[in-house]
Nanobody, 123 residues
Framework: QVQLVESGGGLVQAGGSLRLSCVAS????????MDWFRQAPGKEREFVGG????????SYADSVKGRFTISRENAKNTVYLQMNSLKPEDTALYYC????????????????WGQGTQVTVSS
């Protein structure tokens, strides 16, 4: 069993930055790829990006590429989502998840989810 707790969300103006954290606890948490997802009101949940178990490889959705960066510190069981140049369309509830793949995709399975942290970007 793995528990995930996100933090770091908040209200920020367009063009600003936020860093989200996801702290994992439980056995073998570091063995999973860690993915970030988001869901805006009235929209489907979408893959934001992911990082493999070692932290060596990352993948991002086109909508955030070049603005968001994912990193992880396995010694702290923590994954980060650094979000720069935020836009109003980035407003959503952000979730981290322990998954099979860091690239998302149809065959990706996510076994554990956090409760989410709200990010609101004002124009």
């Amino acid at each position: 069993q793995v528990q995930l707790v996100e933090s770091g969300g908040g209200l920020v103006q367009a063009g600003g930055s936020l860093r989200l954290s996801c702290v994992a606890s439980g056995r073998a948490a570091s063995a999973y790829a860690m993915d970030w997802f988001r869901q805006a009101p009235g929209k489907e949940r979408e893959f934001v990006g992911g990082i493999n178990w070692s932290g060596r490889d990352t993948s991002y959705a086109d909508s955030v590429k070049g603005r968001f960066t994912i990193s992880r510190e396995n010694a702290k069981n923590t994954v980060y989502l650094q979000m720069n140049s935020l836009k109003p369309e980035d407003t959503a509830l952000y979730y981290c998840a322990a998954c099979t793949y860091y690239t998302g995709g149809t065959y990706n399975q996510c076994f554990y989810w956090g409760q989410g942290t709200q990010v609101t970007v004002s124009s």
